[in-house]
C-alpha cells in the first residue's frame, strides 16, 4: 500500500500563493487516482482536486478553480498542488489521498491519507 507525506503549508497573506507536495513511497504508484482536501476547523473534509491515474485529467471544487493547479509527476511519486490568489477561507490542514478506483479524482474519497499540512491564510 502506498503511504503519503504532504509538506509546503505555511503562513501565506491574503493574495499569496503556495505550492504543497505530497511524496508517495510504496509500489504501483501509478495504479492509484490522487486527490487534494482540506479540513478547516470545525468543518467536514472537502475535496480541493483530483488527478487521473497518468495525470491527464484534472477535476477541481469549484472553490479551486482558477486558483489552484492539480499536477502529478509518476516519476517522482509526486503530486503536487499549486495555490494562488489564495483567501483566508483557503485556511485549513491540506491533507493528500489516494485510492484504486477513481474515487479520489472524483473527489468522493479515498482509502490512503497522509497526515496533512497547515496551510494558514492571513487576512
Known amino acids: 500500500q502506498v503511504r503519503l507525506v504532504e509538506s509546503g503549508g505555511g503562513l501565506v497573506p491574503a493574495g499569496g500563493s503556495l505550492r504543497l507536495s505530497c511524496d508517495a513511497s510504496?509500489?504501483?504508484?501509478?495504479?492509484?487516482?490522487l486527490g487534494w482536501f482540506r479540513q478547516a476547523p470545525g468543518k467536514e473534509r472537502e475535496f480541493v482536486a483530483g488527478?487521473?491515474?497518468?495525470?491527464?485529467?484534472?477535476n477541481y471544487a469549484e472553490s479551486a478553480r482558477g486558483r489552484f493547479t492539480i499536477a502529478r509527476d509518476n516519476a517522482k511519486n509526486s503530486v503536487y498542488l499549486q495555490m494562488s490568489d489564495l483567501k483566508p477561507e483557503d485556511t485549513a490542514v491540506y491533507y493528500c489521498g489516494a485510492d484504486y478506483t477513481g474515487r479520489c479524482y472524483l473527489g468522493d474519497g479515498c482509502d490512503v491519507w497522509g497526515l496533512g499540512t497547515q496551510v494558514t491564510v492571513s487576512s
Open positions: 488527478t487521473s491515474w497518468r495525470g491527464e485529467l484534472q
Open positions: 510504496g509500489r504501483s504508484f501509478t495504479m492509484y487516482t
